[in-house]
């Protein structure tokens, strides 16, 4: 082969690395963020904490249905420990919860990481995208949202819906710590129909209200305690940003 065909042959080898340097990188933190998942659950943090969160909003509900308050008497106190389970939610994020008394423990995961991929997939984000959301999985604080079953998976999905069809992020809201994701749709009229019917539910809850106030007060949690579960919230964001489906995606 002569020299003008091997320097001819460069442009297009250079392009192939260009495209499967994303996909191997990707690969890459995919494959160390399912080793470290795998890690979390086979851990002493797995095994105390598995499902620790849904157990805990569970108790809650349940707390909720027999003495009229999620709350426990000690989170009243102007300052509280904060306990494993400890309930932070509003009253509004009991609508999301009750169902799960009575359903399958697995849709707690499945319903909202399956909407995700959904979106992830109907999307069809770019290469260069892969690596980023490869890390929004390795971030270490998302194996832990998986492990515990964090109301996080159920923000990140509601982000993507909303990123697709506007109004699904308005209930975003009831995790008042990440609400900014809830302007997403905004400028959609069944956004603002959304609000309203969200805001008619919370106004249910009446003096429960108060109750969640007098609890965020004497809080050893900051509001900003969500801010470093944000890789894996902004994961449908990134897919958003790398869209093939731009122009579906923006009327939807």
């Known amino acids: 082969m002569s020299q003008h065909q091997v320097l001819a042959q460069v442009p297009g080898r250079l392009d192939a690395y260009r495209r499967a340097l994303p996909v191997a990188l990707a690969a890459v933190l995919l494959a160390l963020a399912t080793m470290q998942l795998a890690s979390y659950l086979t851990s002493e943090f797995g095994r105390n904490f598995g499902g620790g969160d849904l157990n805990g909003y569970l108790a809650g509900t349940r707390r909720w249905l027999e003495t009229g308050s999620p709350y426990e008497a000690y989170q009243l106190e102007p300052r509280w420990t904060l306990q494993p389970f400890s309930f932070l939610h509003p009253p509004l994020a009991l609508v ?9 423990a697995p849709l ?7 909407a995700t991929a959904a979106v992830v997939a109907y999307l069809r984000p770019a290469r260069w995208t892969w690596p980023i959301m490869a890390f929004c999985l390795l971030w270490p604080r998302s194996a832990g949202v998986l492990v515990t079953g964090n109301t996080d998976l159920w923000v990140t999905a509601f982000v993507g819906l909303g990123l697709l069809a506007r109004w699904p992020s308005a209930f975003v809201l009831f995790k008042p710590s990440l609400f900014p994701l809830a302007l997403i749709g905004v400028r959609d009229r069944r956004w603002w129909l959304a609000v309203a019917i969200v805001a008619g539910v919370a106004l249910l809850f009446g003096s429960l209200w108060l109750q969640y106030l007098a609890v965020l007060r004497g809080s050893p949690v900051e509001l900003t305690y969500s801010l470093l579960n944000l890789p894996l919230v902004g994961l449908p964001i990134v897919a958003w940003l790398g869209r093939s489906r731009k122009r579906e995606a923006s009327e939807a």
């Open 96 to 104: 999301l919860f009750a169902p799960f008394l009575v359903l399958p």
């Open 108 to 114: 707690w995961w499945a319903l909202p990481i399956g």
